[in-house]
């Protein structure tokens, strides 16, 4: 039997998403220009998959703090923060991340995945239980993998079922962890977090959100979904990436509970794993401050999302109910799906394609990210471009007719 045999219906699974012509999961960015623009097969594309919310990726402050973190003290840590040691930087990061959520105790990772699988493995041991949001993002499952808690699903977005859930646990000991997100990253809707954190006082659990894709977007302040339903008090844990808003990669957890810090010598995700390169800690500070002190970016951003979202919604493409940074078209059927992303993409637009099993509902996806760095223009040319290419491949029934304000 040959090593990969295991893998025969995935290979061939890419091979036929690959006919198109490119390969949808490798494409190179052969020169990024700016935030919002890159060079593809030697065209210019528009980015409107990146993720890149605020557009600090070549933010000037951000840059430069990088470069000169890098010329002060090198390239990298080569190693774990257990064996090498932390840098300065590193507890610079942590205490600018705790005063920014108005926590006690911050801890830093190499990756926002990272994050999640050393946290939610090491939280809950054997007679505890981790109650999680079914359309939870992959790092989530893989480290409820990894843990020895009972795991146990709930109804996407659904306080009800989460609650019909933990009434079954009402008299099995041990802790109870509600795991959800801020914005999920597929569709990009909302946790009902009122409602959920109601749940969680209701039955003495404790609450993680990972504010991965709400943390810069939402909020008076940025903090994410929990401080925009004012429910901070309610949440033990936040877990977020430095990925998205803030430009760069990364992972962190923020909490008040007692005793955080044993997790430093208790998750081995963090424990073995070398840390973060004093260029990237540098810049994430940087960041932080960009974010705080230009609250227009949010602004901008959100007036980015209502020109992208309303757009699709007037020549007829299926949309998320919720409108968000994240704007997902939904595609009928998979060939469908990858023909338009390679119209678009050879048309000058990249999105990013999803598709089954990665996506809720085994619904094909068009994915698309709005930055605070868009242009109205390139919104009007990613929706009017969409809408030609739906239209020829029977994706919307009528012709476009895109309103503009």
Known sequence: MSLFERFNSLIQAHKAVSACGTDPFAVQLERVVSPTR?????????????????????????IEAAVEAARSEGTGTTGSRIANGSYALHKKLETKLAEFFGRRHAMVFSTGYQANLGIISTLAGPDDYLIIDSDSHASIYDAIRLSSATVIRFKHNDAADLDKRLRRLTDQ?????????????????????????????????YLLVDEAHSMGVVGDHGRGLAEQDGVEGDVDLVVGTFSKSLGAVGGFCVSDLDDFNVLRVASRPYMFTASLPPSVMAS?????????????????????????????????????????????????????????????????VYVNLALPPATPNGTPLLRCSVCAAHSREELEMIVDTLADIGQRNGLIEVPAQAARA
Not at 38 to 62: E, K, S, W
Not at 192 to 198: D, F, N, R, S, Y
Not at 310 to 332: K, M, S, W, Y
Request: glycine share 10%; charged share 20%; net charge negative.
């Open 38 to 62: 890159a060079i593809v097969d030697g065209r210019p594309v528009i980015l409107a998959g990146t993720n890149n919310y605020l557009g600090l990726t070549f933010h000037p402050d951000c």
């Open 173 to 205: 000991p041990g802790n109870k962890i509600i795991i959800v997100e801020g914005i999920y990253s597929m569709l990009g809707d909302q946790a009902p977090l009122k409602e959920i954190a109601k749940v969680k006082r209701e039955h003495g659990a």
């Open 284 to 348: 994430v500070i940087a960041a932080l401050d960009v974010m705080q002190k230009e609250p227009g970016l949010r602004t901008r951003l959100w007036e980015n999302v209502d020109t992208l979202y309303d757009g699709l919604c007037l020549n007829g493409f299926t949309i998320g109910e919720q409108r968000g940074p994240v704007v997902a078209v939904h595609v009928p059927d998979q060939d469908s799906a990858v023909r338009t992303w390679y119209e678009l993409l050879q048309a000058g």
